[in-house]
């Protein structure tokens, strides 16, 4: 019983001081095992706490010097706040209660050992169960990661060994999909056999961009072609750009925004001409961007699909807008995530996939190119992910 | 054993194709052929057509990639002997005789309906499925927001006649994309040709129309035809649709072997070629005799059965320079308004005329 006292005490002692000026842990996190809440993470989630503090202290005082809209702000503000310093506080306790039975554990009284050893446990599995809280609440839920995508793969440098690993990276996607039980349709392909030197498919399913959108990036490719007879290594590209798919929801096209082509041979169309040319290009012309599709044999069809990668396109521009102000603020944590840097590389002399944004190595080449262990490479970037996410938070 | 590069890589044939076609569009059109021929043709066929999921699915046990579609069609070792001497007939017809790759393949999408083609019949034009679909939409629209009938009394289907239904494309179109029970509607022809393929047509894509569709045997330049038109529908007809017959005979004279040898000239001049140059040289006469017929009957009336909302006729043409005439007919044959809508190349395609002011 004194110990408890004790302990309550120690920890007020602790929240006195707890806002320093240097990123630092909390004392105890250290024995609270693996965390993904880093010294800067645990500043920011200090700052917030604080600011969460100031509020409850502002709104518990004199309310009428608040005009009615402050007063409304200052509301919402608290509750957004308590999402996060209510678990953190809770975090916090668990540390300091971490670094007691720490103690404890070495004491000579063999019940109170027992008694600390089980405590600890269960401060671990709460302190667990604060992190995750802390997370989902601090994440931003981008409602993109829903949707499904449309996956464009062009062959880069490399020539027709290029174009083969780009025909893999393709079928490597179309396995992944269809073990998830994805919908997976064409919209278009230019190939030659097994060399592919671009294609656009159409991913349906739920939550299909959350995952594929860590694809996008240059994949670099490192094996002996089967053409090469020397037996040289040789390395290639192919770049990747995943767009969520858009619905009508997410965005509206007005029809006065587009300029529609057809690649008719003669000017006069009609029954003057029968031409099997069925390519549609569509130009959206506030943002210049341009869509063409020639895949199908009905104009009506590639027009259709056009405008589906047309949405996808505008999509993720606005996208992009949105999520650059909080990119600058990650960036500036965690180094800058280049588009154009390699982001993946296949090198299959050593049976090794290396995905560079996490420098995570996978010794399975096979298992990747399959579809089958993909998914473990997704896994780690989708780890980095959210933890950039958290730290692009404040 | 030496390998034959024509047996095993269909790059022969892209390049004898690219010599008529350019390059874009021979890769394009062997592409479709090759899905064709997998589709259709040999021991190949049966394995994707039939058991395809079985065949995916023992390429996933073996833990090998599934092909995709494209990467199967174009995976020339997998052709059969069979397979192969049928596409290279295909692109010799393609190139020496100009056939036109629908009449090779069979068949031309035309909006949900996949619609068979022969030689003569007129192959349907990406310009006629536009409107069609287009003028679809906009009847769609008026059927869904149309007064609630009375209780015990539905409202009577739009009755809508397809002049010129050749292949029966747009009789079809029009059946499959409309809601259940919107219209009925006929389409006539003077050939029998036509009339035996739009029959085929309407048994092929059964599944996809949504309303009663028939087909009669009628030539529209005799003098008893609206007569016979109005005895198929005593309650009246409430449209005309059509895609008369509007290149001209000098224009004819000019047009790709493609055209030229292969479909009916009675489906593209509107007039026997001996008179035309005289009678017709601007190739409106049978836009002309629609606007006659609809008023023979009493389409631009205003207060006939359905909403003067809806056009009354409505007409495929040649470009901007019949636009005019077109328009021009249609009044004088007591249409209040005309309406002209574009094709996606921006050109005039097609003119409606409505009994309202």
Sequence with gaps: ???????????????????????????????????????????????????????????????????????????????????????????????????????????????????????????????????????????????????GAIVEIRAGTGGDEAALFCGSLLRMYERFAQL?????????????????????????????????????????????????????THTSTATVAVLPQATDVHITVRESDLRIDVFRASGKGGQHVNTTDSAVRITHIPTGTVVENQQERSQIQNKEKAMQVLRARLYERERQ????????????????????????????PQNRVTDHRVNFSLYNIEGVMQGTALQQVIDQLRIQHDLDELASMG | MPRSPANNTLAPL?????????????????????????????????????????????????DQPAPSTEEADLDARRFSSVQWAWLRQAVADRVEKHKPLQYILGSQPFGKTEIGVRSPVLIPRPETEEWVLRLAESLAAHHAARPPPPPGAPSPPLSILDACTGSGCVALGLASELPPGAARIAGVDVSADAL??????????????????????????????????????PGGWDMIVANPPYVTPAEYRGLDADVRDWEDVRALVPMPLRVADELDPSGVSFIERLAVLARALRLAREGALASPALPRLVVEIGGAKQTEPARQAMHDNGFGRTEVWKDMAGTDRAVLGYAEK
């Design chain 1, 1 to 147: 019983m004194i110990r408890a006292l004790q302990l309550c005490a120690r920890r007020q002692r602790w929240y006195a001081t707890a806002v320093r000026a240097r990123p630092t842990l909390p004392a105890g996190s250290e024995l609270a095992g693996k965390s993904h809440l880093t010294a800067p993470i645990h500043d920011k989630l200090r700052v917030l706490q604080e600011k969460h503090g100031n509020l409850s202290q502002q709104l518990s005082g004199d309310l009428s010097v608040l005009g009615r809209e402050e007063l409304a702000r200052l509301s919402k503000e608290l509750s957004d706040t308590a999402r996060v310093a209510e678990p953190y506080g809770r975090l916090l306790q668990l540390y300091a209660d971490l670094v007691e039975l720490q103690q404890l554990m070495g004491d000579e009284d063999a019940k109170l050992r027992v008694f600390a050893q089980e405590e600890r446990e269960l401060a671990l599995a709460g302190a667990a169960e604060c992190e995750r809280e802390i997370i989902a609440a601090l994440l931003p839920k981008d409602s993109a990661e829903d949707a």
């Design chain 1, 180 to 232: 998830r039980r994805w919908k997976l349709e064409t919209i278009a392909m230019d190939s030659d056999g097994d060399k592919v030197s671009g294609a656009v498919v159409k991913v349906s399913g739920r939550g299909v961009f959350g995952v594929l959108m860590f694809e996008s990036g240059v994949h670099r490719v490192q094996r002996i072609p089967a053409t090469e007879t020397m037996g040289r």
């Design chain 1, 321 to 348: 807008k949105l999520a650059n102000e909080r990119r600058a603020d990650r960036n500036r944590l965690i180094g800058s995530g280049d588009r154009s840097e390699k982001c993946r590389t296949y090198n299959y």
């Design chain 2, 14 to 62: 892209l390049r004898q194709l690219a010599g008529k076609l350019g390059d874009r569009q021979a890769a394009s059109e062997l592409r479709w052929m090759a899905a064709h021929v997998r589709k259709t043709l040999g021991d190949t066929a049966a394995r994707t057509e039939h058991s395809g999921a079985q065949y995916r699915r023992a390429r996933l046990w073996r």
């Design chain 2, 196 to 233: 035996a393929l739009a029959l085929s047509n309407q048994t092929r894509n059964a599944a996809v129309l949504n309303n009663e569709v028939e087909f009669h045997q009628i030539d529209l330049l005799a003098a008893d035809t609206a007569s016979r038109l109005e005895a198929l529908r």
